[in-house]
């Protein structure tokens, strides 16, 4: 499989490299989803499922400014997400969550990530050049 690549806006710097999980759905990090880093939410397609060392793919954060302190709460567990992307909008309380964790984040993507981009698939994110990448594993390889 070759290097898919996605132009996205670059939110916060840095690179993560894994395993992506892709919600259709938005999600609120505050009350939906706990601090060990699972989707929490009664009725959400992916309930049960694990953010932590993820590359998460969503639309939109949804719910409270408390959302902030609970990214930043999984960060100090170990249980953060690797990167975060936003397909439609932005929250300033998460991005401020995000800066306080560490969390490269990506925005407003010019490709529909949902035609290209799997949960389970591994993507790499590059949030100062604004590149989402569906990589194989051989990519990632010569990349460590």
């Known amino acids: 499989m ?16 894994g395993e992506a999980l892709v919600l259709r759905e938005p999600i ?43 990214l930043r709460l999984l960060a100090k567990r170990g249980r953060k997400p690797a990167a975060i ?13 995000a800066i306080l964790a560490e969390v490269p984040m990506l925005c407003y993507p010019e490709e529909d990530p949902y035609k290209i981009i799997s949960s389970g698939d591994r993507v790499e994110v590059d949030g100062e050049s604004g590149i989402l990448a569906k990589i194989s594993d051989d990519d990632a390889q010569q990349n460590h």
């Open 85 to 97: 992307v936003n397909t439609r909008q932005l929250d300033p309380n998460l991005v401020e969550g």
């Open 28 to 70: 609120g990090f505050q009350g939906e989803i706990d601090e060990e880093g699972y989707i929490v939410v009664s009725g959400h397609p992916c309930a049960g499922e694990n953010v932590s060392n993820k590359i998460l793919i969503y639309p939109e954060a949804k719910g409270s400014s408390g959302g902030c302190m609970m």
């Open 2 to 17: 070759a290097r898919t690549e996605i132009k996205c806006k670059g939110i916060l710097p840095g690179k993560a490299v």
